[in-house]
């Protein structure tokens, strides 16, 4: 169980030193256990205190690592219940389902392919799921070995029987697979296999209640590397499983479920079982298992994800630098937008259906909208003056005529002084670019 603030507290040293950010050593304890701060926070609390209260400071659900290098995919490490009020930190990892029996190279290379470029923003699968359906040793080993030099993926390994598993697991160890699955049957046997090879164990229950019990048993065998899966695959038992899971582990601070979770899709028809997985990424998955592999099937999917794991507190922004569409000349016109994200992308799709080649140029108004930024004085003259300056906007075109939004009209002047550009007032949305563009510029 989790200590209490006032458990915690007389462990402190009682200073009231103010080191550590809070006014007093109470608040530190009360923050501790809630879990709004870390235990190296204090500089004065002795060793002993630090041993004692580990426990309470050591984040709701454990960081688990899967993989090696640049493909490390990091599952947990999760704090809240809910995005808005602070923001989730490990993206679900999403595995592609191969079988054992099939063609490995050319399964794996169609995972490999699943990747996209979108708004800026670059998708792709995280791992290989690999499950034995032939039964036999050598298959699976071969299988394994297959992947792993097909992929830089991290990867999981779905077998229980623990023979088989060893060759596999043992033969790719130094990618650090996740082992799947310590059960009842084979818990001793499979979490020895994961100690000695130093990879992650998923541990599969027969329910929540005998979940609990076999992660009790396996951590009392000395192992904490692991991933939790209920067993149950109907999605609304899964959701209500996942959901469970999440909050007795960061509400309860509950250690034995204070793991990252892990489920898979059962549904056949690969749009039904798009959004049964899209449910587990939303509530609380930290990987999902899929069986499609098609491109149009998994980006909504990973879209979705993203939408879910953005920081609600920080807008998505694009780089703020100058942007040449189409073949541009020292003729082309420069549009003035912000760097949101989604209002640079919606302009540059406009412009470049006007068929007329420009440069966008995106203000730096940390990521927000333009009547937002202007709103908040950070589209002013002064700021566009700065884009086109760092942008060297006057060394690439032979004019110094702007398009500024329509919403900012207003800006018109003040933008012109600070500038010295003469400045076209846009359309308002941004549908109106392509008309715009073709009535000034064609």
Not at 241 to 260: E, M, N, S
Request: charged content about 25%.
């Amino acid at each position: 169980m989790a200590l209490t603030g006032l458990e915690i507290f007389k462990q402190l040293p009682k200073t009231n030193c103010k080191d550590c950010g809070h006014p007093t050593c109470l608040a530190f304890a009360m923050a501790l256990a809630s879990g709004k701060t870390s235990l190296d926070k204090c500089p004065h609390i002795s060793e002993e205190a630090k041993e004692t209260l580990g426990a309470a400071s050591a984040p709701p659900i454990a960081l688990v690592k899967v993989g090696t290098g640049d493909s490390v995919v990091e599952l947990g490490d999760e704090t809240e219940l809910f995005r808005h009020d602070k923001r989730f930190y490990h993206p679900t990892a999403i595995a592609v389902l191969v079988e054992d029996t099939e063609n490995i190279a050319d399964r794996v290379a169609e995972i490999n392919d699943l990747n996209f470029d979108r708004v800026g923003l670059h998708y792709e699968i995280d791992m290989v799921a690999l499950q034995c359906v032939s039964g036999n040793v050598d298959t699976f080993k071969a299988a394994a070995e297959q992947v792993a030099a097909n992929t830089n993926k991290a990867m999981v390994l779905i077998c229980e029987d623990v023979a088989v598993m060893e060759a596999a697991a043992t033969a790719v160890a130094d990618r650090k697979p996740l082992l799947y699955a310590a059960t009842n049957d084979n818990y001793e046997a499979m979490t020895a296999l994961a100690q000695k090879l130093e990879c992650p164990l998923a541990v599969k229950g027969n329910g929540l209640d005998n979940l609990a019990e076999l992660v009790d048993k396996i951590t009392k065998l000395g192992y904490k590397e692991l991933v939790l899966d209920s067993g149950n695959r109907e999605t609304s038992q899964v959701l209500a499983d996942l959901t469970q899971i999440r909050r007795l582990a960061v509400r309860k601070r509950f250690r034995t479920f204070g793991y990252p979770a892990m489920t898979f899709t059962s549904k056949d028809d690969p749009h039904e079982e798009v959004v049964q997985a899209s449910v587990y990424v939303a509530k609380y998955a930290g990987l999902v298992v899929v069986k499609a592999s098609k491109k149009e099937e998994i980006l909504p999917l990973l879209t979705w994800r993203q939408n879910l794991y953005t920081d609600p507190q920080k807008p998505i922004q694009v780089e703020a630098k100058a942007v040449a569409i189409g073949d541009v000349t020292p003729d082309s016109p420069v549009y003035i937008t912000t760097n949101f994200s989604l209002t640079y992308y919606i302009v540059e799709g406009e412009v470049e259906s006007s068929k007329i080649p420009a440069y966008i140029v995106p203000v730096n108004t940390d990521g927000i909208s333009v009547l937002t930024a202007w709103a908040a004085g950070k589209l002013t003259g002064e700021a566009i003056a700065k884009a086109l300056e760092e942008n060297d906007m006057e060394s690439k075109v032979n004019h110094k005529t702007l398009v500024l939004p329509g919403y900012v009209a207003v800006l018109s002047g003040s933008t012109e002084e600070a500038t010295g550009w003469k400045v076209l007032v846009g359309p308002r949305e941004a549908a109106g670019i392509t008309k715009f563009a073709r009535e000034n510029f064609a």
